[in-house]
């Protein structure tokens, strides 16, 4: 996961693609609103069923803007934030603001925790700087440099019936967490439709990923935003790779008021704020 990638974090049975897994930079749209060659060279380096999934979440975004929407988040039983997030979509720049007022910013280089009271703490800081705006990013992030891809193929999903995946890790020294990694599986529509993930940031870093609880995220309230499908609500749920999705839910997200903005410096500016190592 990060800003890389997930902190914590991700199409056809498999088809005859080349499956080529290290992907390149993808810079999106040019400043004319042309496509950019390099973000043509990044779909091509994709398993096809990952293209498909990208590309539905990309096609349409504008260039040089910001995400802005209302998050409330609950997981494990207690509310982990309600508040507001701006982010870009390839989240070189987040500003999370709590619904005390305190703010957790993201410039591409620090990440600065803004407060007027000092007293004022927010645990896990970094962790959500993060995370949550990676699991609103995840479609739109899947040609990122330091991705590795595997091409689909059968994993228990919903109701443990087998559901075409594509499994994503990382590059060594990729983002926070590189040993992270996700099965993500497409819906109908060809949006994503969840993610099986493992999440190691926390764990130490000498974590054995086999012995992690796997979780998944599963997207739904699909609504178009300027012609980009968002998801406006998650669920969480426990995932076996025997069994699948769990059917019980162990938290959730509902996202509102969901734009695209200016993307102005000021919103992520860390100067005066404490720094998060």
């Not at 998050?71 to 987040?94: A, K, N």
């Not at 739904?220 to 426990?238: E, K, L, N, Q, R």
């Amino acid at each position: 996961m990060k800003t890389p990638f997930l902190q914590i974090l991700l199409a056809a049975f498999v088809l005859a693609t080349a499956c080529k897994t290290d992907a390149v930079a993808t810079e999106g749209l040019d400043e004319s609103g042309a496509v950019d060659s390099t973000r043509d060279t990044a779909i091509q380096a994709l398993p096809s069923e990952v293209a498909a999934m990208y590309r539905a979440h990309t096609d349409a975004m504008p260039a040089g803007k910001a995400l802005s929407y209302d998050l409330l988040l609950h997981f494990g039983g207690t509310e982990r934030f309600r508040g507001s997030v701006i982010q870009t979509p390839s989240m070189d720049r987040i500003a999370m603001t709590r619904s005390d007022g305190a703010e957790l910013r993201w410039d591409g280089s620090q990440v600065g925790l803004m407060v007027s009271d000092t007293s004022v703490k927010w645990p896990g800081a970094r962790f959500a700087a993060f995370t949550w705006p990676y699991f609103f990013a995840a479609p739109m992030k899947m040609a990122d440099p330091g991705t590795k891809w595997t091409a689909a193929q059968p994993y228990p999903w919903v109701d443990g019936q087998a559901a075409p995946g594509s499994k994503l890790t990382f590059a060594p020294g990729t983002g926070d967490a590189p040993d992270d990694y996700y099965i993500v599986f497409p819906n109908a529509e060809g949006r994503v439709d969840g993610m099986a993930y493992v999440v190691t940031a926390g764990k130490g870093d000498d974590v054995d990923v086999s012995t992690l609880e796997p979780h998944a995220i599963r997207y739904s309230d699909y609504t178009m935003v300027d012609g980009v499908p968002i998801a406006h609500h998650w669920s969480f749920h426990d995932w076996n790779a025997e069994t699948g999705l769990g059917a019980d839910t162990i938290g959730y997200a509902d996202l509102n008021r969901i734009e695209w903005v200016e993307a102005k410096p000021e919103f992520f500016a860390t100067e005066g704020g404490e720094v998060v190592e």
